[in-house]
């Protein structure tokens, strides 16, 4: 058996090494380290946690059993994930996070005196209030995620869903379940805290189903805030240090993300916290697309104008990723330096399904930090740039957000790819963007479309240049 002071350091040592964690992957220059910081300061908390625990001899050869099991499970899908999948998994891990934390108070709250809260029916207030709050938030990230999930995989329909009352109903249900836990602290009945549960397994789902899939990276950001504060909430009535402290970072790092991600988007940051965005009309988009020309290209036009320019900005989108391009894409430029070509790569901060998917995908195919730009950092460029070579990306590039208030986009920065001398667009037909509107883009009179798979048309632009 630990000392509780020998603990509480140890905890500490854990604490800081997520703080580390959390610093290193602010930047992709330091995200191995934070990565590698992250696993020793969670290795470190659960060892310590098992050695805390003192005599179980039986449950000790069960929780072996189950963490080989977990973490065989873990390991593999790490390594058989395809990177185009990885917000489907990072939202499929927030579900397990949030239902994690609801048997756990679900454990507590039938099993208080193995826990030191008290006895069945007369639990401490605090811990009562505590597990309640865990259970509730942990229930919502579970169903949330699960309707994430489902919308990124394409199981369910990326357009927001939204019907007659939908937010008075779910103030409807946050009131009530607030009000069940006040009674559950007055009576401590069983079926109150079923019911909170219960409610809150709902409005997971209706908190999820009207945001519209192009707004999918801060849902998936918000909910890992959501799985953080279940964890320490869980934490409080487990009265576990790292508990509370992990919870406490994953959950403040996720909403101050969140915060900065909607900041740029010129989106509301309570509206995405209670579910009341994206469920814009998106049938009100520009004219017909099949009443209105297009350019078509093909490889040899793309090698032309790309060698015979000074600058090219390269705009990485999910297309790129669904076709695996990043690796074609850097030989291209590789290609493009040797004829004196200046390229840089511009990231808009919601492309791809994910906080950081572009940027994953470029490191994973070794382009140089110092070469990729956020928004905000190259934007102006556009406009004394040759060629500007979208691959992949859509609503991230459509002018429709400045243009268009009826559009679900309007008001959300975009990279003005319009205002290069030349647009080379990639795309496999000229079907609308996650968020289901057609792109002005395709039109203009500087764009030429390039009809093809992402990594196939980089491949022939290569051979031609």
């Not at 959390?22 to 908390?45: Q, Y």
């Not at 963490?67 to 579900?95: C, D, R």
């Not at 070469?371 to 992949?392: P, Q």
Request: aromatic share 10%; glycine share 10%; proline share 4%.
């Amino acid at each position: 058996m630990i000392s509780s002071n020998i603990l509480a350091i140890f905890y500490l040592i854990s604490g800081v090494l997520f703080i580390l964690a959390l610093r290193g992957l602010s930047s992709p220059e330091t995200s191995r380290k934070g990565n590698l910081f992250g696993i020793i300061g969670m290795a470190l908390a659960i060892i310590v946690t098992i050695i805390s625990v003192g005599n179980f001899t039986n449950g000790f050869v069960y929780l072996l059993i189950l963490l080989a099991i977990g973490g065989s499970i873990g390991a593999f899908i790490a390594f058989k994930i395809p990177m185009t999948a990885m917000p489907e998994l990072v939202a499929g891990f927030h579900s397990l996070v949030g239902l994690a934390a609801v048997f756990v108070a679900i454990s507590a709250f039938l099993n208080p005196e193995v826990f030191n809260l008290g006895t069945l029916g007369n639990i401490k207030i605090a811990s009562l209030i505590e597990m309640s709050l865990g259970a509730a938030i942990g229930a919502i990230t579970f169903t949330g995620s699960i309707i994430a999930f489902l919308k990124l995989r394409g199981i369910m329909s990326g357009s927001p869903i939204t019907f007659k009352g939908q937010h008075y109903l779910n103030l409807i249900l946050g009131i009530a379940a607030i009000i069940l836990i006040f009674y559950l602290c007055r009576t401590q009945a069983d079926n109150l805290f079923w019911s909170i549960i219960i409610i809150a397994f709902i409005l997971g789902i209706l908190l999820i189903i009207p945001i519209g899939g192009a707004d999918m990276p801060v849902v998936i950001s918000m909910l890992n805030s959501y799985s953080g504060w279940a964890a320490a909430g869980i934490g409080f009535t487990l009265e576990n240090t790292a508990l509370i402290i992990t919870g406490a970072l994953v959950g403040s790092s996720g909403a101050i993300l969140s915060y900065i991600m909607c900041k740029g988007m010129n989106r509301s940051f309570f509206n995405v916290i209670l579910g009341g965005w994206g469920a814009t009309d998106q049938s009100s988009s520009s004219k017909s697309k099949e009443q209105k020309p297009v350019k078509n290209g093909n490889a040899d036009d793309a090698a032309f104008l790309m060698k015979n320019a000074s600058s090219v900005i390269i705009v990485p989108g999910y297309g790129m990723a669904v076709a695996q391009a990043q690796h074609a894409l850097r030989e291209m430029v590789d290609a493009l330096k040797k004829n004196g070509v200046k390229v840089t790569y511009a990231i808009h901060p919601v492309a791809g399904r994910m906080p950081g998917h572009m940027n994953v995908l470029l490191a994973e195919a070794n382009v140089p930090y110092d070469e990729v730009f956020e928004l905000e950092e190259i934007n102006n460029d556009f406009a004394n740039c040759d060629v500007a070579y979208v691959i992949g990306a859509n609503d991230v590039t459509n002018p429709v957000a400045k243009s268009d208030p009826q559009s679900p986009i309007y008001g959300m920065p975009i990279l003005d790819v319009e205002k290069s001398k030349s647009v080379l667009f990639v795309k496999r037909s000229l079907s609308p963007g996650y968020a289901g509107i057609d792109n002005d883009l395709f039109y203009r009179d500087n764009t030429l479309m390039l009809f093809s798979d992402a990594k196939k048309m980089t491949e022939d632009i290569i051979k031609s240049l």
